[in-house]
């Protein structure tokens, strides 16, 4: 399990899907402040009230005419006022109406407050807070046919409001099956390692990696309204089934990496050694006296253990 780091430049993955044009954009819905409609819709209601109070006054004195003139005007009056009432929305930070007229969108409530619509709309909360979706592990093959294991987190948010309502059927599980979708590709388009020198890795080019993976993901979700903020991988190993033998294999790449480098440097130490020896005039060597030498100092300086030194008390060339 890794987070994942890592800068190269690297060409683009492949095309992103095409995006569907959007059925209806977002815009402002025709509203005003609930306080003045609280108001007079209160108003309503006693009058209301007070006419039906008035006919009942007026019958109990023997005058049914004007009787039921009051009740049934107390009566309308009560029953607007309460429709009226039914157009009033309380919009808490981060949340919007979506605002409908018998089947016909009528724009987006976004005002925070306490607002008054048209009492026959149908109004669905929307919300626009900011929200985290992270994949499952999924188990899908790299670029080499490799099995690996990989999972992402998406920080994303409703954008456009209009479209995460009427474009696709449940905006959050397109959200979530588009980002399983893009994951998957981007898995299968690159190897989990690469084999060649500046080959693009998941592991070893993380950070162009998420980038593509955001740029995927926007395209996929564009059509929902939806706006990607952030993309990163939580996730990415070998399948279990693979992995003793892709450690292995890190290991010898990194066993050979670091004897290369113990090489460059004792053919280094080798060679000044012999122009020392030579500048100086310590010693005249001739050329099989020279590569008894070098052999000596090479085994010496690249052998992973310490040499046992043989004395040679008698001359140079027994």
């Known amino acids: 399990m890794s987070d994942t780091t ?17 059925i209806v954009r977002e815009r402002p819905a025709h509203d005003i402040g609930g306080g003045l409609a609280l108001l007079l819709g209160l108003v309503g209601l006693l009058i209301g009230a007070g006419g039906v109070a008035l006919g009942v006054f007026f019958g109990n004195d023997g005058k049914p005419g004007l009787c039921a003139a009051f009740v049934a005007v107390g009566i309308l009056v009560g029953l607007g006022a309460i429709i009226a009432m039914s157009g009033l929305n ?18 987006t409530i976004r005002n ?3 607002r008054w619509v048209n009492p026959f709309t149908s109004r669905e909360k929307v919300s626009i807070r900011v929200r985290n979706h992270e994949t499952a592990v999924l188990k899908v093959n790299d670029a ?25 059927e449940d905006f959050q599980e397109f959200v979530a099956t588009q980002t399983e979708a893009a994951v998957r590709h981007i898995a ?13 890795s998941l592991r070893g080019n993380a950070e162009e990696i998420t980038d593509m993976l955001a740029v995927e993901l926007h395209a996929r979700v564009e059509t929902a309204g939806v706006h990607i ?14 992995a003793s033998a892709m450690l292995q294999r ?3 790449g990194a066993v050979v990496a670091a004897r290369k480098l113990i090489v460059e ?3 280094g130490m080798v060679e000044q050694a012999l122009e020392r020896i030579s500048e100086q005039g310590i010693v005249e060597l001739d050329e099989e006296r020279k590569a008894a030498m070098v052999s000596n100092l090479m085994v010496v300086l690249c052998g992973d253990r310490a040499a046992q030194p043989v004395l040679n008390t008698g001359t140079l060339y027994q």
């Open 6 to 22: 890592g800068t190269t430049d690297t060409a683009p993955p492949a095309a992103a899907p095409v995006v569907a044009r959007p």
């Open 90 to 107: 309380t919009i808490s930070p981060g949340e919007t109406r979506v605002v409908q007229l018998f089947g016909r969108y009528r724009g």
């Open 112 to 114: 925070e407050g306490l």
């Open 144 to 168: 080499y046919g490799n099995p690996i294991e990989l999972a992402a987190v998406v920080v994303w948010r409703v954008e456009d409001t209009a479209q995460a309502t009427f474009a696709v």
């Open 188 to 200: 299968i388009e690159y190897p989990y390692d690469a084999h060649e020198e500046g080959g693009l």
């Open 229 to 242: 903020i952030e993309s990163r991988f939580t996730h990415l190993a070998y399948a279990p089934e693979i």
């Open 250 to 252: 890190q290991q010898a």
């Open 265 to 267: 440097g004792a053919v």
